[in-house]
């Protein structure tokens, strides 16, 4: 039971670059997140799907496009990166469904450099 | 709207004292806590949950934390500081939104143990 998992651990980009994050989880969970984390200022939310075959905006999601492949994955594309978008990006996913309180449960993080 | 401010961004104890880290939380709802723990390059770990049950509320590695609503406080304490809980700790926040539950994070209390 590997949880949640990201490829790759560390990636450098050159500015106009594009590049897709990867992320799955093996604990069946419903819904699952992006969030990116910047020094003195927590996390914050990228993108997130509910449920299987839905996607919605969080807090930051300009420069950022997301897939829900199944219930399994959940990607985030760099279409043309910029020097704003170095961070450490992180999965994670929740039981999901309904208003219940739902712990998250967090992939090892992306460590993104764009030059 | 839900809010969590962590009112120290570092901290530091030796081996063998208590810790406190503090947490004021803003919100309209009957609220959900956590806090989560983030080691140097890792991803976020719950060290524990509030969800209306019993205001003390104990977590994984001696780590405890008391709601006080009167207060809006959410403190994490643990009674005898180790070198192994230097780390990042997020106070968190569950906001009801859309069908799931959005975390909202504060900005981190760094922990530094010495020996």
């Known amino acids: 039971n590997a949880g949640v998992t990201q490829t790759p651990k560390f990636q450098v980009l050159k500015t106009g670059q594009s590049m897709t994050l990867q992320c799955a989880q093996d604990?069946?969970?419903?819904?699952m997140y992006w969030y990116r984390q910047d020094p003195g200022m927590g996390l914050r939310l990228i993108y997130y799907?509910?449920?299987?075959?839905?996607?919605d905006k969080g807090e930051v999601p300009n420069g950022y496009n997301v897939s829900r492949l199944n219930k399994r994955e959940f990607s985030l594309r760099l279409e043309s990166a910029a020097p704003s978008q170095t961070s450490v990006y992180f999965c994670?996913?929740?039981?999901?469904?309904?208003?219940?309180?739902?712990?998250?449960?967090f992939g090892p993080g992306t460590r993104l450099t764009v030059t | 709207a839900q809010s969590v401010t962590q009112l120290d961004s570092h901290v530091s104890v030796s081996e063998g004292t208590p810790v406190l880290l503090r947490c004021n939380y803003s919100?309209?709802?009957?609220?959900?806590l956590f806090w989560y723990v983030q080691h140097p390059n890792k991803g976020l770990q719950l060290l524990l949950k509030?969800?209306?049950?019993?205001?003390l509320v104990k977590g994984i590695n001696g780590f405890e934390a008391e709601f006080k609503k009167s207060e809006t406080s959410f403190h994490l304490t643990k009674p005898s500081a180790h070198m192994s809980d230097a780390a990042e700790y997020f106070c968190?926040?569950?906001?009801?939104?859309?069908?799931?539950?959005?975390?909202?994070f504060g900005a981190g209390t760094r922990l530094a143990v010495h020996p």
């Open positions: 994670a996913s929740s039981v999901g469904r309904g208003l219940g309180v739902h712990e998250q449960y």
């Open positions: 604990m069946n969970h419903n819904s």
């Open positions: 799907s509910a449920s299987e075959g839905t996607t």
């Open positions: 919100s309209s709802y009957s609220p959900s």
């Open positions: 509030y969800t209306s049950a019993a205001t």
């Open positions: 968190v926040v569950s906001a009801p939104s859309s069908g799931y539950n959005k975390l909202i």
